[in-house]
């Protein structure tokens, strides 16, 4: 069996899967890789237009953002779960909280995933089954990085702006000027 039949034999006779993610070039990204693995992507930009999709067509797989810019995507989630229960779904976000992926596991997420997420990550999760647990990535971010990452998000949805930004971060707006001249930590 050649390596493009192993794939497709794992994923199974229904290779559709949703990616749904308000960020364009990860969303684009995300579907060409998952592609190349054998997948055949639907994109989605916002909960409504994941919820129409889960409703109408819902796929085999589903990955999914936390928070998009109209709501809560554990919402696609969970209708994808009513209309097609043997749908496997993964959620993604930039903002990890044990509480939330309480939630996401117990509506019928399969996994829950700390952005930036690479597709074999994201394959793995999806393709694993029962007690088999994907293993845990070969080089996951330092702490340095997550919180740098974290801290550029906020930065982004706060339109840039370093005051509103800092008092987000409950931290002194100096401070998070030197952390922002920084380059990103490895």
Same mark, same amino acid.
């Given at each position: 069996m050649t390596g493009e039949n192993v794939a497709? %034999? !794992?994923?199974?006779?229904?290779? !559709?899967?949703?990616? $749904?993610?308000?960020? *364009? %070039?990860f969303r684009q990204?995300?579907?060409r890789a998952m592609e190349r693995r054998g997948f055949e992507p639907i994109q989605a %930009?916002? @909960?409504a237009e994941g919820?129409?999709? %889960?409703?109408?067509?819902?796929?085999?797989?589903? @990955? /999914?953002d936390l928070r998009l810019e109209d709501g809560n995507g554990l919402d696609v989630v969970e209708a994808l779960r009513e209309t097609r229960p043997d749908s496997r779904a993964i959620v993604l976000t930039g903002y990890g909280a044990i509480a939330t992926a309480v939630a996401a596991v117990k509506i019928g *997420? /399969?996994?829950? $995933?700390a952005k930036p997420a690479d597709a074999d990550d994201i394959e793995k999760a999806l393709l694993s089954r029962g007690e088999d647990k994907p293993a845990p990535p070969e080089n996951p971010m330092s702490a340095d990085r997550v919180r740098w990452e974290h801290i550029q998000r906020v930065f982004e949805l706060c339109d840039r702006n370093v005051s509103e930004t800092a008092r987000r971060l409950n931290m002194h707006r100096r401070t998070l000027q030197r952390i922002l001249a920084k380059r990103s930590p490895r």
């Open positions: 497709r %034999a !794992s994923i199974g006779e229904d290779p !559709s899967i949703l990616i $749904l993610d308000d960020d *364009a %070039a990204r995300l579907a %930009a916002t @909960v919820l129409g999709i %889960a409703r109408t067509r819902p796929p085999a797989f589903a @990955v /999914v *997420a /399969v996994d829950y $995933l």
